[in-house]
């Protein structure tokens, strides 16, 4: 979010933030606000007691946050990294490893369909929130043997008429029922300055620890 820099508002697609949202829930909102309209596209059927949530970066945290939102038992978050910000969410629990073929809904918030549908039980439920390659494959003989439910969760695929209202539904959720404290922790806010030299970090091992951050030119 680039905190302070100009824009058009009357472009289509502009959301506005609710009155009294810090700076910081209306950054992390953005990335819940992917959740709210991606997890919407689920069927009716798909029960959210023990979730397998593919990585640990924001699209990922934003997902964590709102399955929190809709009562999730249990999100076992598959992450590398140690120590991750996302396991600070309520009943988020992070973990190296999945065994293959025992989730019966998996969300890939990382952009690797392949890896996230190795986990599916037979009928289980695939949930593509992150952008994945456009070479990325998913083997039709097995979505057939399998009984598998893949559903895209484009962002723009409910319209701009639901935009806002996913967008307000997250910042309000947050600024309500979330620990500010743990809000902060997932934010950084970095001077403008700053940019260049956090952008070559972040293909490094000195990488924020922070899933979000905010450029501020203030």
Not at 23 to 38: D, K, S, Y
Request: hydrophobic share 45%.
């Amino acid at each position: 979010m680039p905190h302070g820099a100009a824009f058009d508002a009357c472009a289509d697609g502009v959301i506005t933030v609710p009155p009294g949202t810090c700076l910081q829930v209306a950054a992390l909102a953005r990335f819940q606000q992917l959740a709210v309209l991606g997890l919407d596209r689920l069927p009716d059927r798909v029960v959210l007691d023990d979730v397998v949530l593919v990585g640990s970066g924001p699209v990922a945290l934003g997902c964590a946050l709102d399955l929190c939102r809709r009562g999730a038992a249990r999100v076992r978050v598959l992450t590398s990294r140690p120590d991750p910000p996302i396991g600070c969410v309520p009943g988020v629990e992070c973990v190296t490893s999945v065994v293959r073929g025992s989730a019966s809904v998996v969300v890939d918030a990382a952009g690797t369909p392949r890896r996230a549908a190795a986990l599916l039980t037979k009928g289980g439920t695939l949930g593509l929130l992150g952008t994945p390659e456009p070479v990325s494959e998913l083997a039709a003989l097995d979505l057939h043997r399998s009984g598998w439910t893949v559903v895209g969760m484009h962002e723009l695929l409910a319209g701009l008429a639901c935009y806002q209202d996913a967008y307000t539904t997250a910042a309000t959720w947050l600024t309500w029922h979330m620990d500010p404290h743990l809000i902060e922790g997932w934010c950084r806010i970095v001077f403008g300055e700053g940019a260049p030299a956090l952008y070559t970090a972040f293909h490094g091992p000195n990488r924020p620890a922070e899933p979000v951050v905010i450029f501020s030119w203030e």
